[in-house]
């Protein structure tokens, strides 16, 4: 059974975590990645094009002139899509482009993606992180320390605004707990920073 090097907080090698080859099994689907992540961008993404139809664009409630006798053509409202200023018929507007994948192809999507991360070293477990104080260079120093300072992800046990607070100021950095990631959150960083405890948390919610 393979196993990956678990580290303190000063990178210090301190035991193996052994990797379950139920869940590890070196292998990446790429066009399964690519599903995930275009449907995790996707459902991110807004439509800003947008028109108004001759119900929306306000005013034109009175009748401009009456129906007869003007010598002009009937007009009902000067919101017309005839007319300037008025509605704009079949204009772009109210799309979508979210959409959604069964519950157990993003498992597995995140399973792969993992083991990817596992293939090119760049998958960290740490016994335990922790901070004395919601300090900003002590979190940094820790992410030193470990040789994850490039916009790393951060998977703790549980939500921890100790942590929050001192990440603040770490461009490109996000922290979130086990139960929160997607494949797409592993993909986008270089290098995922798992507590021990998350890393099992995680196997033991995936493999239900």
């Not at 960290?124 to 979190?139: H, N």
């Amino acid at each position: 059974m393979k196993s990956v090097a678990i580290v303190d907080l000063k990178g210090k090698n301190v035991g193996k975590f052994a990797l379950d080859e139920d869940f590890f099994q070196e292998k990446a689907n790429k066009t399964l990645l690519y599903q995930a992540s275009l449907m995790y961008l996707a459902n991110t993404r807004k439509a800003s094009a947008h028109t108004k139809t001759r119900s929306q664009v306000r005013g034109g409630g009175k009748k401009p002139w009456r129906q007869k006798g003007t010598g002009r053509a009937r007009v009902g409202t000067i919101r017309s899509p005839l007319w300037r200023g008025g509605g704009v018929v079949f204009g772009p507007g109210g799309r979508k482009f979210n959409f959604s994948l069964p519950k157990k192809v993003r498992n597995l999507a995140l399973i792969h993606s993992l083991n990817a991360k596992i293939k090119d070293n760049q998958l960290v477990v740490v016994d335990k992180i922790s901070l004395s104080e919601p300090k900003t260079k002590e979190f940094a120093t820790f992410l030193k320390a470990v040789k994850a300072n490039n916009k790393p992800l951060v998977v703790t046990e549980k939500l921890d605004a100790r942590l929050n607070k001192a990440a603040r100021n770490i461009g490109g950095l996000m922290i979130k707990p086990f139960n929160y990631i997607n494949a797409y959150d592993v993909l986008k960083h270089d290098k995922v920073v798992f507590s021990k405890l998350a890393l099992e948390n995680l196997i033991k919610l995936r493999k239900r």
